[in-house]
């Protein structure tokens, strides 16, 4: 655990405490149950931003609290152990783009509504099923046309940031945007969007790139909800190590179960030490590109490991839809292929180190 | 008060960044630049010429070389801040720390802790004036992983102990000049039987046998002890302490093998650039084997990853007081990650990367080649790492005892 002020301290025991009593993985299955348009429940939403966490990493001038990105890491982590259904992660790389790149017009105009609750952002990026592919939507005169495969949060989101062939822009739900729902495993919201000739505002203040700054950002902040997910499904299988009796013992008596504890413990090790790097990069300004590579591919390697051997030491009742371990398993793999693949991380590393 | 506090804390800090650079301008000989015996513990004696001897007088004499230990005792007793102005400045100059050994990484710290006021003074000056070497007399041939099983034993003679038994992978053993051993002191209870004594290596009765490693290294002896007499004085902590404080030994050893140890250090380049060197590359100047180069960034990023952890475990451990039981966790990753990183190395290299001796290959490529089988050790010893696992699986996440 990183070393937290008191302010970071009391955000997440509170971020603890609200999604253990208010949002537990039963609000989730109730969210995949009762299937809302938005993909969540728009209630536990608003309690959300009521409670601040939607302005973490807006300045306090248009409405936010500045906390930073441990902040807004720890409270993501905390949701994450309770696969708390929200657009916050979407809506907050949404904000962060607008911080970074756009006018004074556009944040003034945009992140106090960010910032309330009021609009949910979310990034269109990738069109293909791949992160990492080639962009290809185009804006002529303020209208942009291309389609965005699998968007996170589409369906609850108003304001899109979008990626085209020459920089970011700003596109409000409305004529000629449209949208089809792709129905993931995690069961949360995901959609093709269209732009035909929607109209577009160019983030124009961020720099070249800008594009890889918000991506950095996507990285770090999803391998928060990761590490929330693994450390759940850690502590759900070591429990349930501990209470199943077979050949009338404990699982948790026997060594070869107790030395794969003690790899995943070690994974999970490392991959808080990464995350909270990764955090703390973007926070300190420094050496954020290759941080948000660790933490991502830290991330997927001790997740996927995690949610594997979480059903495997469960046994059959693991494969049950009544126990929750498998939803941390289909969500985990939708966030592992989410803005960079193991292969496409380490590519991206080695890239960056110049070999 | 607070605000005049600060900038005082400031002014001094300042004062002992002046202190040390006036010092090492003084000490520090020039050609020692860069050199630092860092192996001095497993490779052998330390070859001192007049340039190095002095250096470690001068630094062992400020206490520098041991900075955190209390002054009282010839440490440095350096607060943590200043302690990393020392370091900052000693690199700067390209100084290194002549004085370590077991007595620093392991017994020192555990003596602190353990040892009557009489010991400390006794045994912690020379440590910190780098005069004494010191080994390690734990695993026995029946006391290996299950090192409570230890039988050599000490018998009670009155004023002293008579000890008579077998220690084995004793590092060091025949360069050094006293031991911390546990031994047996009551056959009738395992754990609370052992007792934590300081025996002479050149007692009458001691005998040395250096083994030979598949690294051609011999770091490592078998220590026979025959009616070996040591004072009642040298018991540290009381009789039957010896597991408790053993213990806590290993936590000092597990918490310095982490980091890597000798292999890391004698590993030397960074992978990416031995790979550069070593491997064909593109028109872009990427590695042209598209595998090799992202097995090369997948350990880059674990290592990365692994450092990171490290980092954090002394953050935290700062809060908690001393050494944890993570420590447990760094062992068993860094061993295995260093491993693998040899293993990289060698295979980057090819066959020139396995030479035995001869003028065909570097010293650095044979120096590999010894650290890649030197470091087959690293899993092995200071508790292996199924050991290590038994003790995060029972004494971390608290699973029951398998036996």
Known sequence: ?355 | MATLAEPREATSDEAFREEVRAFLADHFPPELKGKGNALASVEGPTKEGPAEKAWREAMGSRGWGTPTWPKEYGGGGLSKAQTRILQEEMAKAGAWNPIGGMGVMMFGPTLLEYGSEEQKHEHIPPICRGEIRWCQGYSEPNAGSDLANLQTFAEDKGDHYVVNGQKTWTSGGQWADKCFAIVRTDRSDKHHGISFMLIDMDAPGVEVRPIQMISGMSPFCETFFTDVKVPKKNLVGQEGQGWTIGKRLLQHERTNISGGGAAARMMGANLSDLAKKYLELGDDGRIADAVMRDRIADFEIRWQAFLLTAKRAVEESKAAGGVSEISSVLKKLGTKLTQERSELTIEIMGLQGLGWEGDGFSESELGGVRAWLFGKATTIYGGSTEIQNNIIAKRVLGMLDHQ
């Open chain 1, 1 to 355: 655990m990183a070393i937290l002020n008191e302010e970071q301290e009391m955000l997440r025991d509170m971020a603890r405490e609200w999604a253990t009593n208010e949002s537990p993985v039963a609000a989730f299955r109730k969210v995949r149950n009762e299937k809302p348009a938005e993909g969540y429940s728009t209630d536990a939403f608003a309690t959300m931003a009521q409670m601040g966490w939607t302005g973490i990493v807006i300045p306090e001038e248009f409405g936010g609290s500045d906390f930073g990105w441990m902040s807004a890491g720890l409270v993501v982590e905390e949701l994450g152990k309770t696969l708390t259904a929200s657009p916050l992660v979407a809506t907050t790389l949404a904000a962060s783009v607008i911080v970074l790149g756009g006018s004074d017009e556009q944040k003034s105009m945009w992140l106090p509504k960010l910032a309330s609750g009021e609009v949910v952002g979310t990034l269109a990026i990738d069109e293909g099923p791949r992160h990492g592919g080639k962009v290809t939507a185009t804006v002529s005169s303020g209208k942009l046309t291309g389609t965005k495969a699998f968007v996170h949060e589409a369906h609850g989101a108003t304001l899109f940031v979008v990626a085209a062939a020459d920089g970011l822009y700003l596109v409000e739900k409305g004529e000629g945007v449209t949208m089809s729902d792709r129905k993931l495993t995690d069961q949360r919201s995901h959609a093709e969007v269209t732009f035909d000739g929607a109209a577009a505002e160019r983030l124009a203040d961020g720099g070249d790139d800008l594009l890889d700054k918000v991506l950095d950002r996507a990285r770090i902040l999803t391998s928060a909800e990761m590490l929330g997910m693994a450390n759940q499904v850690f502590d759900v299988t070591l429990d349930y190590l501990k209470q199943r009796v077979q050949f009338n013992q404990v699982l948790a008596s026997f060594q070869a179960l107790q030395h794969r504890m003690a790899d995943l413990f070690a994974d999970l090790a490392m991959m808080r030490s990464a995350v909270e790097s990764g955090l703390e990069a973007l926070d300190g300004g420094y050496g954020i590109p290759r941080a948000a590579c660790v933490a991502k591919a830290e991330a997927n390697r001790a997740l996927h490991a995690m949610s594997r051997e979480g059903i495997q030491l469960h046994g059959g009742i693991g494969m049950t839809d009544e126990y929750d371990v498998g939803f941390y398993l289909k969500r985990a793999r939708v966030l592992e292929a989410s803005w960079g693949s193991s292969t496409y991380l380490k590519d991206r590393f080695a890239n960056l180190a110049g070999y």
